[in-house]
């Protein structure tokens, strides 16, 4: 017996349209979740601005496995309070993109900063690239789950 699914005679344009909506809500009900919360990001970027400070300070290896925990520790609580668990950054196309620009730039900080701190003797050097990551980390999460949200929607 042949299914009526594959059989294009029988799918009338009411049923056709119909479906295509079930397939819409469903991707708008998906995007909606698919963000972290505010809080998410913002602890997220005092985390990685708290790790480049600790290394001007010279007390990473004390503070690196405690930023550590607290990491994992953000990551299971935004997998709870959003129902998701999925890779954000590149999720999508778009936040694929941004995420991109934002490793790129995160390197160029990093290693500026510790360049200058270290091989040139700037004090602070890194705890201020540090700051710049952890607010750019925190602006570019917010886009980057934007651009997820659109793309989702889109079907992308």
């Known amino acids: 017996m042949e299914s009526t699914s594959r059989n294009p005679e029988s799918l009338d344009p009411r049923s056709a349209r119909a479906a295509l909506d079930v397939v819409a809500d469903s991707r708008s009900r998906a995007a909606d979740r698919v963000a972290g919360p505010w809080w998410y990001h913002v602890g997220l970027g005092a985390l990685l601005a708290l790790l480049f400070l600790s290394m001007s300070l010279r007390m990473a290896s004390t503070v690196v496995p405690a930023a550590l925990l607290a990491l994992v520790g953000l990551s299971l609580a935004a997998r709870k309070a959003t129902g998701v668990s999925l890779a954000r950054c590149t999720a ?16 160029v900080l990093a290693v500026t900063g510790m360049s200058l701190e270290w091989a040139a003797g700037v004090d602070y050097a890194i705890a201020v690239a540090g700051l710049v990551i952890g607010v750019l980390t925190v602006l570019t999460g917010f886009r980057v789950d934007a651009a997820a949200r659109r793309d989702i929607r889109a079907g992308r």
């Open 92 to 107: 999508t196309p778009g936040a694929t993109l941004l995420f991109g620009v934002y490793a790129l730039a995160f390197a």
